[in-house]
């Protein structure tokens, strides 16, 4: 599905995929770093005290999660600068794109881009031969994967238009709740090998953003009511 | 330069093509492809294949797009114009761009993953006498240095040489030089290639078949690259070369050099381009004295500008409505690519008289889109190729490199539409992707590869 937002929104304007290749790139920045800080942790610790590295990953994963937050801040404020470049380039004195069209872009870029790095070596695994779960582990791992990555990358999408919405009218709350809702995806991911647990609050979570953006994207129950009907 | 032009392998006479397709290309834009160029003797020959290509990509999509634009409306305010033309268009020829690039990386990345021939270790290059497989580290690090040297003097060497042949118009020679290292290219690669992915597929080719099929494959490149044809047919032909060049890096650099190599290229790049002295410069800036187109077989004009030329025949249309377009393309040609600058396009551009413009200055307007070297699809290719071959992170590494390099690319045309001068392609990307993969392999692998055990997602 990610792919096919991508086919259908963005592939056309060039703009846009520069965009998201940036936007992708910002988060592969805050993954570094972020990966960074706990291959430090975990070489200044004790490699076989079991808690300890539980406990570490669990830092490094919030850890994470914030540094991704703030480069996506960084990101809006490198396209504020660009928009008002783009602006005074035009001809006619209004941007090619907008800002919820880029809040939009980029959220689709960070969401690509963390789905692929969480999935792209399991579908090369997934390729070769072998048994799913043979060890004891659950035998969905490859389907339950599937879906979370696809619902990470729909919640980055929504979370980057609520994060831009946000700073555009500067209502902080919707930002902390949007890093509070990563948060808590990440968290409800601890308890994995206990998929109802994870995957479906995960899903109702989307289901809240999904709404959200919506609204404040300028929709409503009426032009979805239209839309559905064809009319 | 943004065009480098490919660096052929060593096994070729240096690249000459490099350097020689510098001067073709419209003067701003020299010293990315003249330093690539020379770098790799044998590439050179393949590399002047390349450098015409890369050019061609922005052409073709420019050329729908920019008439539209409306630029030549506007006379007076021509320049104006142009600087935000190139700027508000500079997103179409990025994009024009980042196609051919991530096609080369693909099928190079494709190739590298399911054809063994090309990760095996069977021997290295003559100019890249030191082995790698000393015990100790510190010799590994000398030999990998040594290797770099030897290399990046041949480069060297042949940019330099081929400057020297320019000026002294020896240009039967150079023709004759790139015509054979295109052939070899061609023929011989695409050969091994071929028998290589048979071979790993298991499909039995017979050997009439076969010759057919190279010979097909070759012809039409030679007469694509070097003469006319469609620009879409110019332009895969050019990815495919930069592909095979590539590959054929990939497989015969030892690792630990081959990483040196880019580092040295990058760096060589920069001053070639950017300092006074630099032979790709002079290689400009003696084109654009002489105001001739300087390899017409190199010169990866697109063939937008033949087809232009052939609709219409007035051909002193022509003349000034390039002219006037100069100034508008120069803007445009520095960013792109130094390596394909038409020579004929930059020739007649060099007179900017402020005409008004006609809508056949704006068909050729488009034409000029973006250019690239071929050299830089290469290196490019070989970077990500590398990182696909060796890293055990398999596809995250091979992944940050993709985009790190693309994101090198998009500054670098930002740059280019900064200063408007040409600029070298390579070190910004290169560096991005060095950093991205040594990175990645070491510090982001492990952190991925725990998370996904424990099927945690951040």
């Known amino acids: 599905p990610a792919l096919g937002l991508f086919l259908f929104t963005i592939a056309r304007d060039p703009l846009r995929i520069i965009i998201l290749i940036a936007g992708a790139f910002f988060w592969l920045v805050s993954l570094l770093l972020s990966s960074l800080i706990w291959f430090i942790a975990v070489k200044a610790s004790d490699p076989r005290d079991e808690p300890l590295q539980k406990g570490l990953l669990i830092f490094g994963v919030m850890f994470s999660v914030l540094l991704q937050e703030a480069f996506r801040f960084l990101y809006y404020k490198l396209l504020r600068k660009a928009i008002e470049g783009l602006v005074a380039l035009s001809e006619d004195g209004c941007s090619p794109i907008s800002i919820q069209q880029m809040a939009y872009v980029a959220g689709v870029g960070f969401g690509l881009m963390s789905g692929a790095f969480s999935m792209i070596n399991l579908l090369a695994d997934a390729l070769g031969p072998g048994t799913v779960g043979i060890h004891g582990d659950s035998q969905l791992y490859f389907l339950t994967s599937a879906f979370m990555t696809m619902v990470l990358i729909f919640l980055h999408t929504f979370w980057g238009i609520l994060f831009f919405h946000g700073c555009e009218h500067r209502r902080w709350w919707e930002i902390m709740v949007v890093v509070v809702m990563h948060l808590a995806v990440s968290g409800l991911t601890f308890c994995n090998p206990l998929y109802v647990g994870s995957l479906v609050p995960s899903y109702v979570l989307m289901a809240i953003a999904a709404a959200w953006a919506y609204l404040l994207s300028g929709g409503s129950a009426q032009n979805l009511r239209r839309f559905l009907l064809c009319k | ?458």
């Open chain 2, 1 to 458: 330069m943004i065009t480098f032009m490919n660096n052929s392998d060593s096994e070729e006479e240096p690249c000459n093509e490099r350097t020689s397709l510098m001067s073709a290309e419209s003067p701003p834009v020299p010293s990315y492809q003249d330093g690539l160029q020379a770098s790799e003797a044998g590439e050179a020959q393949a590399h002047r294949k390349r450098r015409t290509g890369s050019s061609r990509s922005p052409n073709n999509i420019a050329d729908g797009d920019m008439s539209e634009s409306g630029v030549p409306v506007r006379e007076s305010t021509l320049e104006n114009e142009e600087e935000e033309l190139t700027l508000k268009y500079g997103a179409k020829h990025v994009i024009m761009l980042f196609v051919p690039v991530t096609l080369c990386m693909i099928v190079v990345v494709a190739t590298i993953k399911s054809v063994r021939f090309y990760t095996e270790k069977n021997g290295q290059l003559i100019y890249t006498p030191f082995t790698e497989d000393t015990p100790s580290v510190g010799q590994r690090l000398l030999n990998s240095v040594l290797n770099t040297i030897i290399m990046i003097s041949v480069i060297v060497v042949m940019t330099v040489f081929l400057v020297l042949l320019y000026k002294y118009r020896c240009y039967k020679f150079i023709h004759g030089w790139l015509i054979l290292s295109s052939l070899m290219l061609l023929f011989l690669f695409t050969y091994i290639y071929l028998g290589e992915v048979l071979k790993t597929y298991n499909v039995a080719m017979d050997y009439p078949t076969l010759f057919l099929v190279i010979w097909n494959f070759g012809a039409v490149g030679m007469i694509c690259i070097h003469w006319k044809g469609p620009l879409q047919l110019q332009q895969a032909y050019l990815i495919m070369i930069s592909a095979l060049m590539a590959l054929v890096f990939i497989k015969y650099l030892p690792e630990w050099s081959a990483w040196v190599i880019l580092g040295a290229i990058s760096i060589y790049d920069l001053m070639a381009v950017l300092c006074p002295k630099g032979p790709l410069r002079m290689l400009v800036e003696t084109a654009q004295e002489r105001n001739e187109p300087i390899f017409p077989a190199l010169i990866y004009s697109s063939a937008m500008m033949w087809t232009v030329g052939m609709a219409k025949p007035d051909t002193t249309a022509r003349g000034p409505s390039q002219q006037t377009w100069d100034a508008a393309e120069d803007g445009r040609e520095n960013h792109r690519s130094p390596s394909h600058a038409d020579s004929r396009m930059s020739e007649t551009r060099s007179p900017v008289p402020t005409r008004p413009i006609s809508s056949f200055e704006e068909l050729e307007e488009e034409e000029r889109g973006v250019k690239l070297g071929l050299g830089d699809f290469i290196f490019y290719s070989v970077l990500v190729g590398k990182a696909a071959a060796t890293a055990s992170g398999d596809w995250n590494t091979t992944l940050a490199c993709f985009v790190a390099i693309l994101i090198g690319l998009c500054l670098t045309l930002l740059l280019l539409a900064v200063f408007k001068k040409a600029l070298p392609a390579l070190p910004i990307s290169i560096t991005f992707g060095l950093v991205f993969y040594f990175s990645t392999d070491n510090l982001v692998r492990p952190f991925m590869d725990t998370l996904a055990s424990h099927q945690l997602y951040i």
